[in-house]
């Protein structure tokens, strides 16, 4: 099943909890704090696989965690760091992380961060100071990143065969490859676009079947918007025609059709290599509608073949060869539009508002402070109130107007205000 758009959820590994320990050996007083502290999350990875051809694999799960780290131990031990999460995908995959985009993958065995893991909580020996010699004081692991991405798969091929429904692409592809698409004598058989790997005078090279094109494609009719962007990344387009006119339809409408439509999508297809190919020469009375399309187009090259019979493909073929042979007149970088700027936004340490009598403390920081700190700690307690008093929180929340016994809620916590 091909699979080219799929959204999935994915979480880092939270870091392990720092300990609080003590050595305890004979003849050594005063050993000291000796906690260790938590290993680090697993981070989650995208990687490009060469053989990966769609996302069905990823669709099958809604969410991917990676591993936690593990706790801290005594003796100055660190946790074990959590396993990283390394997730494959095809060549031309787009990633869109909370809507906006994150990378274009098109390297083989490229890789890239998705979420990163949470950090390791620290122990009491990390605490340990000239003046605080005893510290009985950890921190909790940093929760690991949660994120949803958007997959979208944009097929790498070096030719592209695109033409209107049952026009002849999938029987040439499996007449120049050893791809075997589905074949029958009705519209919109092809339902899914089909690659082959075409092998001619030692050099190999893939083609995309493109399922049929109709008028209106570019705004979605037919199976339109579904397909024609998996054309965006290759480098020679070939137009199949039908040039038997069977059912009624002239060769040259049909060209004019499909070329319009490809303008319409994206003003980049236009640019690439574009070969003509009139098919179903096999068939009566095809001469004349060729002779008719030539006069339309007297300087185009134009190749007459037939896909069932295998007349004229070889040349077409060559064609092929010869134009990939050249450097490319385009860059795939501007086929994708409207790709986001990393923006570097200034954000305070916190912000303070008022919802129905509670005071609402928001943050980054102030946040990570909460989820790392163990309030069933009396030294950790007082170290977290000393650092959101210097912050600011507690003038901030004056000036709101808070009193004693109101409720302040920073995060997932609640605490009273006094």
Same mark, same amino acid.
Request: aromatic share 10%; glycine share 4%; net charge positive.
């Given at each position: 099943m091909f699979i080219d758009k799929v959204t999935i959820f994915l979480r880092a590994g939270c870091g392990g909890d720092g300990c609080v320990s003590f050595r305890r050996e004979k003849y050594v007083p005063y050993g000291g704090p000796d906690g260790g502290n938590g290993g680090r999350g697993g981070d989650i990875y995208f990687e490009c696989d060469t053989q990966k051809t769609t996302l069905l694999d990823l669709s099958y799960t809604a969410k991917f965690e990676a591993e936690d780290g593990q706790n801290g131990l005594s003796n100055n031990k660190f946790g074990k760091s959590g396993k990283d999460l390394i997730l494959k995908v095809p060549l031309g995959t787009l990633v869109f992380k909370n809507g906006k985009f994150c990378a274009d993958l098109k390297i083989a065995n490229e890789r890239i961060l998705v979420v990163k893991g949470g950090r390791g909580g620290r122990g009491n020996a990390s605490f340990k100071t000239a003046r605080y010699t005893a510290p009985r004081i950890s921190e909790k692991g940093e929760p690991g990143e949660a994120t949803e991405v958007n997959l979208e798969l944009l097929l790498i091929a070096q030719v592209g065969l695109v033409g209107l429904p049952n026009s002849g692409k999938s029987t040439l592809l499996s007449q120049i490859s050893a791809a075997r698409p589905k074949i029958a004598d009705y519209p919109f058989t092809t339902l899914t676009p089909n690659l082959g790997v075409v092998g001619y005078g030692g050099k190999n090279f893939v083609v995309a079947d493109i399922p049929g094109i109709i008028e209106g494609a570019h705004i979605g009719r037919g199976l339109g918007l579904e397909f024609l962007r998996h054309i965006k990344r290759t480098n020679i387009l070939v137009y199949i025609i039908d040039a038997s006119a069977t059912d009624g339809s002239s060769p040259y409408v049909n060209y004019k059709v499909l070329n319009d439509e490809l303008r319409k999508y994206?003003? $980049?297809?236009?640019?690439?290599?574009?070969? =003509?190919? @009139?098919?179903?020469?096999?068939?009566?009375?095809?001469?004349?509608?060729?002779?008719?399309?030539?006069? $339309?187009?007297?300087?185009?090259?134009?190749?007459? =073949?037939?896909?069932?019979?295998?007349?004229?493909?070889?040349? @077409?073929?060559?064609?092929?060869?010869?134009?990939?042979?050249?450097?490319?007149?385009?860059?795939?970088?501007?086929?994708?539009?409207?790709?986001?700027?990393?923006?570097?936004?200034?954000?305070?340490?916190?912000?303070?508002?008022?919802?129905?009598?509670?005071?609402?403390?928001?943050?980054?920081?102030?946040?990570?402070?909460?989820?790392?700190t163990k309030f069933n700690e009396e030294e950790a307690l007082r170290r977290y109130q000393n650092i959101i008093k210097k912050m600011g929180l507690e003038i901030e929340l004056g000036k709101m107007g808070v009193k004693s016994g109101d409720t302040v809620k920073i995060g997932d916590f609640e605490f009273i205000f006094k």
């Open positions: 994206s003003k $980049y297809l236009l640019k690439k290599h574009i070969i =003509i190919a @009139l098919n179903k020469i096999d068939l009566p009375n095809c001469q004349e509608h060729i002779k008719k399309f030539r006069k $339309y187009l007297r300087n185009k090259k134009i190749f007459e =073949i037939s896909a069932a019979t295998g007349e004229g493909v070889d040349k @077409l073929i060559i064609e092929m060869v010869k134009i990939l042979e050249k450097p490319l007149a385009f860059k795939f970088e501007e086929e994708i539009e409207d790709i986001s700027v990393k923006e570097y936004i200034y954000q305070p340490e916190f912000q303070v508002n008022v919802e129905n009598g509670v005071f609402i403390v928001t943050g980054t920081k102030i946040e990570m402070l909460t989820k790392m």
